[in-house]
Each structure stands twice: as C-alpha cells, then as structure tokens.
C-alpha cells in the first residue's frame, strides 16, 4: 500500500494539482495557535514509534527536521519520543502544544492496529475523528477502496479540526497531490524518512520567518578542552543572551580536538564574539578545517606540485609516474593497493587527483586491492569502509600473503595488469626497485608501479597534513608503521609524561629520527 502513495507523492513532481502551493483547506473553523518564546518561533519534535525506543529503527526525521527548521528561522526546542500508545502521545502533543509555536510529529500514520498518531492528537484537544470528504476521496483514487471499515480508510479518519496541506514539489513547481495533516499549530508528518523529507520541503511556506535569520561560526580547536574551558567561560558570560556557544570534542578528526560553535541572530553580535575567542584563545590551537579534501583534490595537488617546493618536486615526480601508468593502461586495467597505512593513503590521494584530471566526467569507479591480514586493528578496518566512501573508489578484498592475494587477484579479475603501491625505498626489499617494474619471476605477472620511492617518512606526513587528507587514527595515538595487532605496538620513541605523571605517546607525524619508524613492528 505504501508503495502507491509513494507513488502518488512521486506523481506530483509530473502533473499538477488542483491547488496552489500555500492551499490550507479546513475541515473546521479551528486555525494553528502558534505560541512564540523569545524573538524566534519554536519548535517541538515529537517522534512516535515503539521501534525507535526498541532500537529496531534509527530515527533520522529530527535530525533532519532541525536542520530544515533552524534554516527557516525556527528554533527547535526540544524533541521528545513516545511509544506508539494513544495516551503519551495525546499527552505530549498537548503540552507541546502550549509551549512551542509550532509542533512537528513523525510517525503514527498508516493503516495497521500501531498507527494511532491521529487518534492521539484528537485526544489531545478533546476532538472526536471522522472521516474527512476529501481524505476519503484520495482513498479511492489512491487505493482503490472506498469501504468504511478497510485498513486504507485509517488514513482518511483525523481530527474534526484538521486542516490539508498541500505542499509544492520544489524542482518542478506542481502541487503535491497528498496533503499533510494539520491541527491547530500541530504538525502529522508521515514516518518513512523520504516521505518525510519531502513533505516538509514542500511546505516550507508554513515554517519559514520573515524577521528571523540564524548566523552561526565555527572554529576548529587543536588542542583538549580542558585548556579552553576557561576562555569558553569568559566567553560565554561576556555575549550571554547575544550568542550560544557550543563546545564538541571529536577523537576521531586528525586535525582538532575540539570543535566550536557560536550561534547568534545578530550577525553584528556573532562576528564580534568571533573575534573575542580568536584574539583570546591560546596561540595556535585554532586551525583551518577542510571536510571536504577529496573533491578539490587535483587544483590542491597540481598546485601543490608545481609550487616548486622540496616536498612539491616530488609529488611532481609521483604524479608523472602514476600519469605514465594511466597513459598505458585503462582505469579497467589498474587497481591501487591500499591497506589502510599512510604511504597508501597519500598514493590513493595522488592517483585520485591525477584520475580526477585527466578523465573529470568518467563513469568507472577506480579500482582498489586490500590484501587483507590476519588478525587487523579494528580502528583499520573503519579507516579502509571509510576511505572506500570518501574517494567512491570500488574494493576488491583478497587474504593470503601477497603473493596468494595477486594469484587470487589474476583469478577473480583477469583484466588487471597493473597496481599502483605505496612503496618507498627504505622498505624491506624495496631498495633495487625502480618506478615501473614487472613482479618477479614466479609471481603472478603485474605491472609494478612505485609513484612514491623517493619520498621519506617525513614527506609522506608533509602531504597529508599540508592538504588535510584524512588518515588512519591509530597514527595519532603512538604509532607509526601498521601492521597485525600481534606484531604491532606503539612506538617508544614517541613515549612522554606529562606534568601529572601520566603517560602518552606523540603522533607520528612527530617522530624525529626516521629511521625508529618501524621500531614499533615486532
């Protein structure tokens, strides 16, 4: 059944309805009862369902929901979830109702004994639910039913009060052909996330401030809280009730530690606490943040390398071998070998930039091998699904050693000729290999190709962080060469303690001898 209103929500974006995108149609006189707080509108979000609070569904309508609001002027309040029961909905809705100008609900609305979303808010303003004309009229058109008693005519029984919205398909500017449900300053938005989402799009006229405009700022901190807990404070008291800031830690980002925001609906107001905390905060710990390194990967990496700097003469010299691979073989016939490590990440970096280059508009997905090892970090694994989403880069995972891994390689894709490594000189066997060179004799025939030989440990770190390529967080936490959790630890050459006595280790970036890299392999 919900495959034909999905239908019939798709359809409007094609053929127009019959009204115009602000139409509100009562079914009683009763109109929304909005309750402002403050200087914004606000809103409440309640979710509905027993399968959030079991934790068989994840909810993504509030999140969702808060990001279209606060775009259109609304402050969201506070979001509430409620079982699928008539009693704590009605009571939720009710006192939501009172407090918010607007209220937002998600989920509830179907045809089966749990989908009580309707009854629960005609109950919260002492409504009885009768069948709407017009609800039973897209029933039929719908569904194909126009018997009383049939689950599809659940749909069609909502508070006497309601009122029908039709939103307004943003690409192509027709009229949606279902409504949202509506009473008094209460919101029914279907739960199924897409339905959801468009809904709300489409009827955005119906939230958005006129006089409300929210600014926000941020500012990325490479350093722990602790250290600016302080400065926050000062801050805080100095702009409060002109702007609110927000302090996240984030253990995962290579780049900071901490994350702040600052939210304010005086621009004026905004740009001066702004400035406040980047005069006030420590030197050095506020830093650049690119979420976004891929994209903008081949102006960043070309520039970069025709900089004419030490570390920019290399990447030349890499991106002339890997532009060679690319002049002899299809992105068919290549795949790069990458299991996670940082030399690999910086080559996947550089092949992408160059494959980014040289064919903008392609349609093949660049190939990459994971010879996958006994017994790997955890937080490895993650990096690899991660990296594979940021770059859309397809995955072939082969086990074994790597001469097993390239022999199950050839067998499962024949078409491949050539891969592309993250080998450097100083690596074991490594030191008589040249940039393009064939496996050795016994070995299942590839083309080797070594973009990255010449570079040191201390170049692979200069590029990645120069142009905030994301990496492996383990190399932020002690070590520097990756292997198995059996034969890998931290290195001890980047132990410290601190003041208190506790130990630590540096990240790897931080190594100063080269040749300790690999003292932390076992």
């Given amino acids: 059944m919900w495959r034909v209103l999905r239908a019939a929500l798709r359809a409007a974006g094609r053929v127009g309805g019959p009204l115009s995108a602000a139409a509100c149609r009562p079914m009683a006189a009763s109109g929304p009862a909005a309750v402002a707080r403050g200087s914004a509108n606000t809103a409440g979000i309640i ?9 068989y569904t994840q909810d993504t309508n509030s999140f969702f929901m808060c990001r279209r609001l606060r775009a259109l ?3 969201v309040a506070r979001i509430s979830v409620v079982p699928d029961d008539v009693e704590a909905i009605a009571s939720e809705v009710a006192a939501f109702a009172a407090r918010f100008t607007y209220v937002l609900t998600s989920g509830g609305i179907g045809p089966t004994h749990d989908d009580v979303t309707f009854e629960a808010v005609a109950k919260a303003f002492g409504e009885k639910v009768v069948l709407h004309p017009e609800l039973v009229a897209l029933v039929h058109k719908f569904f194909g039913k126009t018997e009383v008693q049939c689950p599809e005519m659940k749909l069609a029984r909502v508070p006497e009060s309601s009122r029908l919205n039709y939103g307004t398909d943003g690409h192509t500017g027709n009229t949606f052909k279902y409504p949202l449900v509506s009473v008094r300053n209460v919101y029914i938005f279907p739960g199924i996330p897409a339905l959801m989402e468009r809904a709300l799009d489409g009827l955005a006229h119906l939230f958005r401030s006129k006089q409300t405009h929210f600014h926000s700022r941020t500012i990325y901190v490479a350093s722990d809280e602790m250290l600016i807990a302080p400065m926050l404070d000062w801050a805080d008291a100095t702009f409060r009730g002109r702007v609110s800031f927000g302090s996240y830690p984030d253990w995962t980002s290579n780049y900071y530690r901490v994350k702040l925001t600052l939210d304010s609906e005086s621009e004026q107001d905004l740009e001066e606490a702004y400035c406040f905390l980047m005069r006030e905060l420590p030197p050095g710990v506020a830093v650049p943040s690119v979420t976004d390194c891929v994209s903008t990967a081949a102006v960043e990496v070309y520039g970069l390398a025709e900089s004419g700097s030490a570390l920019g003469q290399k990447v030349a010299a890499a991106l002339r071998t890997i532009e060679e691979a690319l002049d002899q073989y299809s992105l068919v016939q290549l795949c790069v070998g990458f299991n996670g490590g940082k030399d690999c990440t910086a080559l996947l970096h550089l092949v992408h930039a160059a494959v980014q280059r040289r064919f903008p ?16 970090f955890p937080e490895m694994e993650q990096f690899i699904q991660a990296t594979v989403q940021r770059y859309g880069v397809q995955l072939c995972t082969v086990e074994g050693s790597i001469r097993e891994a390239l022999a199950h390689l050839k067998e499962q894709q024949p078409q491949l000729e050539a891969v592309l490594m993250g080998t450097r000189r100083t690596d074991p066997y490594s030191c008589t290999l040249t940039p393009m060179c064939v496996t050795d004799p016994g070995w ?17 770190w200069e590029f990645l962080r120069k142009l905030f390529v994301p990496y492996c967080i383990l190399y932020d936490k002690g070590y520097t060469s990756l292997g198995s959790m059996t034969n890998t630890q931290k290195n001890p050459a980047l132990r410290y303690t601190d003041a208190q006595g506790r130990e630590g280790y540096r990240p790897a970036y931080e190594l100063e001898n080269e040749e300790e890299e690999r003292t932390s392999r076992q």
């Fill in 47 to 55: 979710v509905i369902g027993d399968e959030i609070l079991k934790g």
């Fill in 361 to 376: 508009a392609r349609q093949e997905r660049l190939q990459v091998l994971y010879i996958r090892i006994v017994s790997p």
């Fill in 444 to 460: 299942p025939p590839y083309m080797r190709v070594n973009p990255l030989l010449d570079w040191t440990y201390r170049d692979i």
């Fill in 73 to 75: 002027g609304v402050s």
